[in-house]
């Protein structure tokens, strides 16, 4: 790019620097391109042609206007071509011998460079690659990072446009297009308008204002850049103080993005570092932001941020509509694998509040490393619903298919809190703690919830679920065995003094085995199975009633009832009302309480046969 900078300024003054010269030779404009194709050619490599029309001025300022304007790069990477070019001269400073640009202004300017090998893989699907080919692309990347920073030195490209000291330049209607090898567009950055004056390389301070677009994919919003700011280019000391850079940014997300920068460029290693402070709607953050080109990671961070809500930085437009409500016609959405891929950067994270639906968590740090696919979070920490998370993940996607791993705890979780941002008809309180230690392999988020592996242990304290009574349900059943009826007012909560689970996710789904829970007079215990996608679930219970004398006089429990484990069917879905997922089956009940009775008739009788066959009692003989 530093190249290109150097053609759109340096090209034009030369020639008019050659007009001046060549003015006494009273040659044509015709000659005049003729002889600046050459000598531009001799100088840099560079090839020139003109096939509009072209004009010279001579007073008040010396000018020189051409259209339809190409030049191209003496490696054939990089190419200009301008609608319109122009440039105006002082005329007594250039008869003293010394060169003053009035101005530089261009118009309908494409730009084009061929990517290198490593930026044109960025452009290119790698979710089809092997591993040996995935290797052989980190391998070049790394490998062209390293040729890139022996190499750098744009202070030497940058040079000659500030050192011609144009007290105006003019830009407009500017695309900028990456293509690779075989002319296919990688990348298009449109520059509506640019605009600077006093270019130097003294370190004088050089205002600028421009206007970026960037064009969205699949006809989305574009995202557009509203520039403004002041820099103060020093080439002696290969550096440019960036003393404001104001950005407002609009298509990116829901909101306008605004950002306010400052800090020092290094030319040559092409290092930036600087201070930062954005806003998207209420989301404030501030921090250091380094990027350097040639090193890993280009992007090293520090941010703290007030409030972080994924919400707000949505992307804005149809695509945003798009992703919102994903059709079930689509299909699962692959992994960002190129993208994924691309990233090189290291993050550390202060968030006051992170918004996810209802779900808010607190206090959060978190470290960020991102390279050749693989990005880690590690730790993470924070309150979440009254509750103290500490966790670490890791989304593996340097090869395909991608592998997730997480593991961590909850402790002193707020259930209360937890189950209304569930948005569920379910009303709970109490505490609960969590740990879990996950797997999941896939190529989409689909894919990776239905392969999630591993356990999560649940442990509770003082368990309240509103507006079902277990007691109740399990008297009732009483009640019917002993063919009375229920007289006592209950409750309309169920109060668990203990309430576990030792869950494993496989095959998409979550198995609780065993879950056990215990109440005044009840004690619980089963297994089920929820399906992680639907939400559907499915459980078996069994039951064993101890001391219910105090709960209502049809719910007594003889012998024959504290024996059996009474069997609770329960399943549903998430989203329904808990008052219709469970049942106790008294049939069942009925049906081993009359096995049970036949058994003890028969024993009983087999019992008289026996006492009989022995020689029996000698009083009922007698009878």
């Known amino acids: ?211 970026v677009r960037l064009p969205g994919a699949d006809s989305g919003e574009d995202l557009v850049m509203d520039i403004n700011g002041e820099f103060r280019p020093n080439l002696e000391a290969g550096s440019v103080s960036v003393t404001r850079l104001d950005i407002d940014t609009t298509g990116l997300t829901q909101r306008p993005l605004n950002a306010h920068i400052e800090g020092s460029v290094d030319i040559n290693a092409q290092v930036a570092d600087l201070t930062l402070a954005f806003t998207v709607d209420q989301m404030l953050g501030n921090g250091s932001l380094r990027y350097a080109a040639f090193e890993s990671p280009q992007i090293d961070a520090e941010l703290s941020v007030n409030e972080f809500n994924p919400a707000l930085l949505a992307l804005a437009g149809p695509d945003a509509a798009a992703q919102a409500e994903p059709s079930a016609e689509a299909g699962p959405i692959t992994l960002p694998y190129d993208a994924l891929r691309s990233i090189d950067t290291a993050a550390r994270l202060s968030l006051d509040r992170v918004v996810i639906d209802q779900h808010v968590l607190s206090n959060v740090t978190a470290s960020l490393r991102a390279k050749d696919g693989k990005l880690t979070l590690k730790p993470v920490k924070g309150k979440l619903h009254d509750g103290d998370i500490d966790f670490s993940a890791e989304l593996n996607a340097r090869y395909n298919p991608a592998t997730l791993r997480t593991q961590g705890s909850v402790e002193n979780l707020d259930i209360a809190s937890a189950v209304r941002a569930l948005r569920t008809p379910v009303a709970a309180s109490g505490r609960a703690g969590l740990d879990w230690e996950i797997s999941a392999t896939g190529d989409s988020t689909d894919a990776l919830v239905a392969s999630l592996t591993g356990p999560i242990r649940l442990r509770t304290d003082s368990v309240t679920v509103a507006g079902v009574n277990a007691q109740r349900q399990f008297c009732q059943a009483v009640a019917l065995v002993n063919q009375e009826s229920l007289t006592a007012t209950f409750q309309p909560d169920t109060v668990f003094s203990e309430l576990e689970a030792d869950i494993n996710l496989a095959d998409g789904q979550a198995r609780l085995d065993p879950l056990s829970a215990s109440l005044p007079a009840l004690g619980l215990t089963g297994n089920g199975t929820l399906d992680l996608t639907a939400k559907d679930f499915s459980a078996s219970i069994r039951a064993t009633i101890r001391d219910t004398v105090g709960l209502d006089p049809a719910c007594r429990v003889n012998e024959r009832l504290a024996d059996l484990r009474w069997p609770v069917e329960c399943e549903g879905n998430l989203a329904d009302e808990p008052g219709s997922w469970c049942r106790v089956d008294t049939r069942e009940i009925l049906k081993d309480l009359a096995e049970g009775e036949v058994r003890r008739t028969v024993e009983k009788e087999a019992g008289k046969l026996l006492q009989k066959m022995l020689g029996g009692d000698s009083k009922r003989d007698k009878q």
């Open 1 to 211: 790019m530093g190249r290109i900078l150097l053609y759109i300024i340096a090209i034009p003054v030369l020639l008019v620097v050659l007009a001046a010269l060549l003015i006494p030779l009273l040659v044509n404009e015709e000659k005049l391109i003729s002889i600046a194709a050459s000598q531009l050619q001799d100088k840099t490599g560079a090839e020139l042609t003109v096939s509009g029309p072209v004009s010279l001025s001579l007073f008040p300022r010396l000018g020189l206007e051409m259209a339809d304007v190409r030049i191209d790069a003496p490696d054939s990477r990089a190419s200009l071509q301008a609608g319109e070019l122009g440039t105006g001269l002082a005329v007594m400073p250039l008869l003293r011998g010394s060169v003053e640009i009035d101005s530089v202004n261009l118009r309908d300017l494409t730009i084009t460079t061929v990517a290198q090998a490593g930026a044109a893989a960025a452009g290119m699907s790698t979710a089809d690659l092997s591993d040996a080919e995935l290797d052989a692309l980190y391998a070049k990347r790394r490998s062209a990072r390293e040729t890139g920073k022996s190499g750098a030195g744009a202070g030497a490209a940058l040079a000659l446009p500030l050192a011609l000291n144009v007290a105006r330049l003019s830009i407009e209607n500017a695309r900028l297009l990456t293509v690779d090898e075989d002319g296919s567009t990688l990348s298009t950055v449109i520059l509506e308008n640019l605009s600077a004056s006093d270019l130097n390389t003294a370190g004088r301070p050089v205002p600028m204002t421009a206007l």
